[in-house]
């Protein structure tokens, strides 16, 4: 079964981080920690064939919201203001149970901190 996991981070925090790194300068240690936790997931997901595609996301400045309305389509910029945390990240698994993939997020969850949502992708017994 394929499921989408979905990492959520405090947007005040991932602002912060962006503005005050440069991108040729070397990471912070919190965010070079992040990178190297997921990218030994990936390989070992890959190993077990679990792994099917990951993605970071843009920073949140760079998000449209479309709503229909009376008036039609509208596009507003960027989260509400009220959200605390903006997706950050994606991933699509293929595991054999979700105890499986639970456990999954639950490693990301504890290494990096960020609130992890799963949602299993397409028809199933459990979607």
Same mark, same amino acid.
């Given at each position: 079964?394929? @499921?989408?996991?979905?990492? @959520?981070?405090? %947007?005040?925090?991932?602002?912060?981080?962006?503005?005050?790194?440069?991108?040729?300068?070397?990471?912070?240690?919190?965010?070079?920690?992040?990178?190297?936790?997921?990218?030994?997931?990936?390989?070992?997901?890959?190993? &077990?064939?679990?792994?099917?595609?990951?993605?970071?996301?843009?920073?949140?400045?760079?998000?449209? &919201?479309?709503?229909? +309305?009376?008036?039609?389509?509208?596009? &507003?910029?960027?989260?509400?203001?009220?959200?605390?945390? %903006?997706? %950050? +990240? @994606?991933?699509?698994?293929?595991?054999?149970?979700?105890?499986?993939?639970?456990?999954?997020?639950?490693?990301?969850?504890?290494? %990096?901190?960020?609130?992890?949502?799963?949602?299993?992708?397409?028809?199933?017994?459990? +979607?």
């Amino acid at each position: 079964m394929k @499921y989408l996991v979905m990492a @959520y981070a405090n %947007v005040k925090a991932w602002e912060d981080t962006l503005a005050n790194w440069a991108p040729n300068a070397p990471m912070p240690p919190e965010m070079q920690a992040a990178c190297d936790f997921y990218e030994g997931l990936a390989k070992e997901l890959t190993e &077990t064939g679990e792994f099917v595609t990951t993605e970071g996301l843009a920073a949140p400045s760079h998000t449209k &919201t479309l709503r229909r +309305s009376a008036d039609g389509v509208v596009a &507003t910029d960027g989260p509400y203001a009220e959200v605390k945390e %903006v997706l %950050v +990240s @994606y991933a699509i698994l293929d595991c054999a149970s979700h105890e499986r993939v639970m456990e999954i997020a639950a490693r990301v969850c504890d290494a %990096v901190g960020d609130t992890i949502e799963v949602r299993p992708v397409g028809e199933g017994p459990e +979607s």
